[in-house]
């Protein structure tokens, strides 16, 4: 049996045609057919594994390339590889690091939400009000290497699309204190600083001394609000009118303008840009040339917030009269002076 087969395949393919020529091609051609598409989806098959090979490459070994900017740039661009998630689509996007260096009821709450509200931006808040991170230098750069990373998750965090990653910094958190090995730091990654202070000091001690009597007496139902998201909640937290010590009044907003002028000059050698508060409120053109210094694409930024003390000054505090005389001919007469109505 296996004998006749063999002998009828051995006639068919080696003797010359005579019996059925078509059918003989018919077998030849489809034979053809099989091995030709078996070859193609062989070659097809290593091609695309070459690819995929190709691809793991680049996301597994090669860096990112860094986009053409100027030498002097290039220390600023970054691109983070956290450990706690995966980059995705965005791994190879440019990511700037920055710093919001700040003081206590300067907006700087009202400005990390219009930060925030940009898509490309995380701005993790007070980050060092947390006491162990600010302990010692260590902790410091521990906290900061974590940060910029992106391996700290904050309901600011942006994760895969990050653009511009930061902090708001109060410079008494341990940043005058440590300002040597900081600014080595903010130079040698790159991380860019965004000053905002408050031009009124006197505006913001009204906000400060209203602030912590509201600790204690939790004006809003028993809770206790730094920043308000209704007129109504602001009313409530503007009633209360704080005396403020007038021996005091000059040598503390002395001790402030000090501060303020000793951290620009520590972090002067930094990229950085200088804002106030007011301006801000008044010309909001200001939150363009902050979006450009990011580096982030343009967009109209927005914030829940409502401002708490509105209107005059004169209304706001409970010993107005003497608080006029203490500063009338010094230079800070200029506080006593709505520098804003809205
Ligand atoms: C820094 O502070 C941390 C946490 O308080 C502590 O564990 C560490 O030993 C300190 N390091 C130095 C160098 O003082
Ligand atoms: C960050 O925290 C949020 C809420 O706790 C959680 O849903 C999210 O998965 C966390 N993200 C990462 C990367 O850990
Ligand atoms: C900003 O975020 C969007 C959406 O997450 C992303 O598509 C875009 O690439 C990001 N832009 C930059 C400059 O990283
Ligand atoms: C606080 O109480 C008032 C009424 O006294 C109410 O209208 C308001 O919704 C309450 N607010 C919160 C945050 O519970
Ligand atoms: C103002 O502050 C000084 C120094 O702390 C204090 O001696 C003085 O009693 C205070 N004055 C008032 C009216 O509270
Ligand atoms: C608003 O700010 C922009 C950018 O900082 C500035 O060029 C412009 O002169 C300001 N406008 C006013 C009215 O102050």
């Known amino acids: 049996m296996a004998d006749d087969v063999y002998s009828y395949v051995k006639d068919a393919l080696l003797k010359p045609p005579r019996n059925s020529p078509l059918l003989l091609r018919m077998v030849v051609l489809t034979f053809s057919m099989v091995c030709g598409v078996y070859i193609c989806s062989i070659c097809l098959k290593q091609s695309s594994a070459n690819s995929a090979g190709r691809l793991l490459n680049v996301q597994v070994v090669r860096p990112c390339e860094k986009p053409y900017v100027e030498p002097s740039e290039r220390r600023f661009i970054h691109f983070p590889k956290p450990e706690t998630f995966n980059r995705a689509e965005c791994a190879c996007n440019p990511v700037r690091f920055f710093a919001i260096l700040s003081t206590q009821r300067s907006g700087s709450g009202w400005f990390e939400t219009l930060l925030n509200s940009h898509i490309n931006i995380s701005s993790n808040g007070e980050i060092f009000s947390v006491k162990v991170r600010k302990s010692n230098i260590s902790t410091i750069v521990e906290t900061l290497d974590k ?196």
């Not at 000059?265 to 210094?293: A, C, M, P, W």
């Not at 004169?314 to 006029?324: K, L, T």
Request: with cysteine; glycine share 4%; proline share 2%.
């Open 147 to 342: 940060l910029y990373n992106l391996d700290i998750n904050t309901s600011a965090s942006k994760n895969e699309c990050t653009a511009a990653v930061g902090l708001k910094w109060m410079l008494n958190q341990g940043l005058i204190q440590h300002h040597d090995q900081i600014l080595e730091y903010f130079n040698r990654r790159g991380v860019s600083l965004i000053f905002l202070f408050r031009r009124n000091l006197l505006r913001r001690m009204i906000s400060i001394l209203a602030n912590s009597f509201d600790q204690n007496a939790k004006l809003l139902n028993g809770t206790h609000k730094s920043h308000v998201h209704s007129s109504h909640e602001a009313e409530i937290l503007a009633k209360y009118k704080p005396t403020i010590n007038a021996t005091m009044l000059i040598p503390s907003l002395k001790q402030v303008e000090q501060m303020v002028t000793e951290a620009l000059g520590y972090f002067k050698s930094t990229r950085h840009i200088v804002l106030y508060y007011e301006d801000i409120i008044k010309n909001r053109t200001k939150l363009l040339d902050v979006q450009d210094f990011l580096k982030v694409p343009r967009m109209e930024l927005s914030s829940r917030q409502v401002k708490i003390h509105r209107g005059s000054l004169s209304s706001q505090v409970e010993n107005w009269a003497d608080i006029e005389k203490t500063l009338k001919g010094t230079p800070y007469e200029s506080f006593l002076r709505s520098d804003y109505e809205m």
